[in-house]
């Protein structure tokens, strides 16, 4: 099983990035994956949650309204668009899935990482 996360750069406050993590060594859409993030001398935070089977979606309210999960069964990828970015969103953002269909929101709970992508949001 492997995770593949890319997409993150140096953006302005207000702009937007599109995160991706391509699965491999796994069917994606049978489980549970999601995005966490972990800003310098901070804990590991989770970001949001998309179910594997129906996709339902879930997000943290410090990011609801602005960034929206997605998954492409086809390409095996999840997305994680992210839009008018505000400099507290810096950090390196993770995916990771679990082994079960269910969104959970702990760290703890997810099997398998892959190895971050720095995204900064700076003037």
Do not use: H
Request: hydrophobic fraction near 30%; charged fraction near 15%; aromatic fraction near 10%.
């Amino acid at each position: 099983v492997q995770l593949q996360a890319s997409g993150g750069g140096l953006v302005q406050p207000g702009g937007s990035l599109r995160l991706s993590c391509a699965a491999s060594g796994f069917t994606l859409e049978r489980y549970a994956t999601g995005w966490f993030r972990q800003a310098p001398g901070k804990e590991r935070e989770w970001v949001s949650c998309i179910n594997g089977g129906v996709p339902r979606t879930y997000s943290a309210d410090s990011v609801k309204g602005r960034f929206t999960i997605s998954r492409d069964n086809a390409k095996s990828t999840m997305y994680l668009q992210m839009n008018s970015l505000k400099p507290e969103d810096t950090a390196v953002y993770y995916c990771a899935a679990r082994l079960t269909a269910g969104c959970a929101t702990q760290p703890g709970a997810y099997r398998n990482w892959g190895q971050g992508t720095q995204v900064t949001v700076s003037s």
